[in-house]
DNA sequence: TTGTAAGCGTTATCAT
DNA sequence: ATGATAACGCTTACAA
């Protein structure tokens, strides 16, 4: 009726506990026929772990540092929020998160900020960091160091990361090609592209996948060449008034990056607001704000939440060298419209007291 | 450096471990003068208490009942699957699942299963179940015996359900509206929309929302009447054999429920396929296979693997009458089209063995 | 009204 | 290579 035990195991398998945990927990110095017997006795009582027990005898605790670039994007901004929350609910597995911020122009503080992590002191590293070769080698010598890392939202795939939670910005910018080819049915004309900038590997890969979609499926539509904004709202209203001016068929604006209330501010001015296809990326305060007026049809997102609370568990799982569910841990490429926006987050999250 | 616990509290409050427990626990029998000295000491030394320990101690197990209607709906089937994953992983966290199925058509059966339900020998109780009379008595009954209860998929809103895990159909229905009106652009016509029953409230519900939108946002659109096809292929065939020879101007078609292969089955017969949008609603293989076929255009969807993950982690919640972290729990309205389809799940999760 | 001590299911530290 | 035994933080008889 109630549920086996280790000691269940123990006396089924005709050893001691200890032994039974070694085998558990792969730790050496059993003999293969040991181990064998006390593998039999699990599946022969269906024996599963009982995870906070397991916790409450390690009484370890896991410290995990997060490295976001301290950029002010409003994307940054939302998964710093959305990191917090998820670490106060870690706190009630033991695990504590150390958010650190590093200055998004130089990769070498960044560099030098995790050289000194110590590697029994945290359990674990998430970063978010474009794939510099000074972050890449920096990354390797963490892993050398036994810190498991992750990359956030951006992929470091040349760094043997050991799991990278975010989406794959290829396919998010085909689902942003298909749906502003689609939304533009009927329409022949241009496409204006507007990039913070173009040497991040993810803008490179959003363009690129949206490129490939419009291309073979939707001939009817050309894709300018990208515009860099570098975050600068007067660039912006610069660089794309003119080609506003010089683009009398545009049918649609894709936005790679930020930029949201600058792009709806020229509009706004050119009388144009409302006039073309608007599809962009992630959901931030602008980008709802704007979906909600109507100055946006679409954005491709990720789930914030989801993605902090999924690396926070990653984290731990490597830590504890335990699989994960990759079910459970699969960001989606979400596709956000006026009539599914979710709800603004009243509360930042229930900060479990009791 | 290291968190407080209930010994360092009975120190620092000058009493017994038992004592603090009784005041931690709200528990009789303690003086008001000691119980403000305990609370004090909590409060000076920022105690929060460990919940996993503190059910170990209690050796207290879930048994939660999930019941699910004996339909052969892809959907349900999806769902069940997703549970049965979902317990897997729960089983770590002594919380254990039993897994029943209620023939569909009768809700008296589905009512006594409930009423049989023992409170001392389950802890929460899923149901997905069509809001009717007998269901709403049977759920108020069940939570007059001290039984949480949520609703799966299906909301019961007027059942005082503790809580309802899955998406507002009304939304979702609006969401395929727009994505209708959108993939229509340019076109004027009809749009043929195809349910299983229009007794069940997410279809009305669905239907609601799309004719909503359609109707003030996409006026060159006419949505036809529903064709009901109560889940038979042959049924859905003729029906809707009947309503394309009917009507030449056909520019979408709307599946609130199942019936994807039977549709384009019926397509491909008259050599249509391709030729109209089509839209429906959730993610399985039918769907699947539809989407990267290119015989649907999109699907409105909610995540079943969270659904089913999520019920079980506010059962729990509701149990040990712990607050639940909303944006943990929330559901998302998901568009899926072929290009951010998640990639068929692998394997059925990892059975945590070990 | 309060305290003592024995668990709960694991892990970890010694012995052997 | 294996076994006792004491934690881990909390609950719960049973005593006092």
Chains 1, 2 share one sequence.
Not at 15 to 39: C, F, M, Q, W
Not at 99 to 127: F, I, K, N, Q, W
Not at 322 to 334: F, H, K, N, S
């Amino acid at each position: 009726m109630t549920r086996p035990t280790v000691n269940d195991i123990a006396r089924e398998a005709g050893v001691s506990l200890a032994t039974v945990d070694r085998v558990l927990n792969a730790r050496p110095g059993v003999r293969e026929k040991t181990i064998s017997a006390v593998n039999d006795a699990i599946a022969r009582l269906g024996y599963v772990r009982d995870l906070a027990a397991a916790n409450l005898a390690r009484s370890r605790s896991y410290r995990m540092v997060v490295l976001l670039p301290a950029s002010d994007s409003q994307f940054v901004t939302t998964l710093a929020a959305a990191l917090d929350d998820a670490a106060a609910l870690a706190a009630a597995t033991r695990t504590e998160m150390r958010l650190l911020r590093y200055p998004p122009e130089d990769m070498h503080v960044l560099a030098s900020t995790l050289a000194a992590l110590d590697p029994d002191d945290v359990a674990g590293v998430g970063l978010m960091a474009p794939e510099t070769p000074v972050v890449r080698d920096a990354v390797r010598a963490l892993r050398a160091r036994g810190i498991p890392v992750v990359a956030l939202a951006s992929d470091l795939p040349n760094t043997a990361r050991d799991h990278f939670v975010g989406i794959d910005s290829h396919a998010a910018g085909r689902t942003a090609g298909v749906l502003m080819g689609r939304f533009c049915r009927g329409l022949t004309g241009s496409i204006l592209v507007l990039a913070d900038s173009m040497l991040l590997r993810d803008s490179i890969e959003r363009r690129r996948g949206f490129d490939e979609v419009i291309q073979t499926e939707f001939p009817a539509l050309t894709v300018l060449p990208t515009l860099e904004t570098h975050g600068a709202p007067d660039l912006l209203h610069r660089l794309a008034g003119d080609r506003l001016a010089a683009t009398p068929d545009l049918a649609g604006i894709y936005l790679l990056g930020s930029g949201h209330r600058a792009l709806a501010a020229l509009l706004r001015d050119r009388g144009l607001l409302g006039r073309f296809v608007v599809i962009g990326h992630e959901l931030t305060p602008h980008t709802r704000a704007a979906l909600m007026a109507g100055h946006l049809d679409a954005v491709i997102a990720q789930n914030p939440g989801h993605l902090a609370r999924s690396a926070l568990r990653v984290l731990r799982a490597k830590a504890d060298r335990q699989p994960i569910d990759e079910g459970q841990e699969r960001l989606r490429i979400e596709v956000v419209i006026r009539e599914n926006l979710p709800p603004e987050s009243p509360e930042p999250g229930p900060r479990s007291l009791s």
